[in-house]
């Protein structure tokens, strides 16, 4: 059984730092793109940063320059480092992998159970 567990959430002041960090466990064939979403109260979930096996990236606007998404592929682990953190980030962070259990089967969304992230202003 595939699990992804994050950690690294927590309280920060605004302008503070925090890097989230997220493992893929259990039996799987590969992992290809990993990310990172996030959701408010009363908003949609959306999407952070992403990244491919490759170690190609993709930011939403609003984090570009301040986040920035890494892989270890060997650890099957993707983390977020983010800096100059304002009220605003402050969300439940969700990680999510596109994973192949097996070489025969098509990769499937696989997602964390999230992680708090409390900006203080």
């Known amino acids: 059984q595939v699990q992804l567990l994050e950690s690294g959430g927590g309280l920060v002041q605004a302008g503070g730092s925090l890097r989230l960090s997220c493992a893929a466990s259990?039996?799987?064939?590969?992992?290809?793109?990993m990310g990172w979403y996030r959701q408010s109260p009363g908003k949609q979930r959306e999407s952070v940063a992403e990244?491919?096996?490759?170690?190609?990236?993709n930011y939403s606007d609003s984090v570009k320059g301040r986040f920035t998404i890494s892989r270890d592929n060997a650890k099957n682990t993707v983390y977020l480092q983010m800096n100059s953190l304002k009220p605003e980030d402050a969300a439940v962070y969700y990680c999510?992998?596109?994973?192949?259990?097996?070489?025969?089967?098509?990769?499937?969304?696989?997602w964390g159970q999230g992680t708090q992230v409390t900006v203080s202003s």
């Open positions: 999510n992998a596109k994973i192949r259990t097996r070489s025969w089967l098509n990769s499937r969304d696989y």
């Open positions: 259990g039996s799987f064939f590969s992992t290809s793109a």
């Open positions: 990244i491919t096996s490759g170690g190609s990236t």
